[in-house]
């Protein structure tokens, strides 16, 4: 009978997850971990409740508690599931999530796209540096490429027509934060007003650097 996992990334994101996975591959030979994703086709609204009802499906399912993991948006599910069923989690560790955990880099997007008279492929480009920093073009095309398809097809709270806010509040679980000093993103002004929420066995941990995908960036392999 195969181990049961002793915790689960949340992936909602398909399109990058490709920044999550050399610390997916880092925890991984340190602890039994499941990668739990969700992926919604173009014809689907984007909807929380739904991925979280499917999470509860998996959850349930488990004989033990799991630890939960995730960035940005897969942050903000596990986040919501355990104000939802804090007796089927050991802890919860969000990344890049700040102490108002609907805000993702679309926020910002449509932010850009209701300032500026630009079309969609510069104000993208302009995210391309608050997400990652000046880049060349070619990997900034391809940057592009990649936070186009996630736009149109990956899980998120916001559109073009609303913006979904969640009120800060305690986790009734033990917590890890962690974000870096010079995202955009989620600014330390974000993720440190999580301060007056932490119990005495939660943390809050910065980065020095590594921007939103801190995880992927800092410290160098």
Request: include cysteine.
């Amino acid at each position: 009978m195969p181990k049961q996992p002793e915790a689960l990334w949340i992936s909602p994101n398909p399109f990058v997850k490709c920044f999550d996975t050399p610390l997916i591959r880092y925890l991984a030979r340190h602890i039994k971990l499941a990668h739990w994703e969700y992926q919604q086709t173009s014809d689907e609204p984007s909807s929380l409740e739904l991925a979280l009802t499917l999470l509860h499906d998996y959850l349930k399912s488990k004989a033990q508690p799991l630890h939960l993991l995730g960035h940005s948006t897969g942050g903000l599910l596990g986040l919501l599931y355990a104000r939802q069923y804090p007796e089927r989690i050991k802890s919860l560790t969000l990344l890049g999530v700040g102490v108002y955990p609907a805000i993702d880099w679309h926020v910002h997007y449509y932010a850009l796209l209701g300032l500026l008279p630009c079309d969609r492929q510069i104000i993208l480009a302009q995210i391309v540096r608050m997400l990652f920093g000046s880049q060349p073009v070619y990997p900034t095309q391809g940057l592009i490429e990649i936070l186009e398809q996630d736009l149109s097809l990956s899980l998120s709270p916001h559109s073009l027509y609303q913006h979904h806010s969640i009120a800060p509040s305690s986790v009734p679980v033990p917590l890890l934060v962690c974000g870096s000093e010079d995202d955009i993103i989620i600014d330390r002004n974000a993720l440190r007003g999580w301060r007056p929420w932490l119990k005495p066995e939660d943390c809050l941990w910065e980065s020095p650097k590594g921007r939103h995908y801190f995880h992927y960036f800092y410290p160098a392999p």
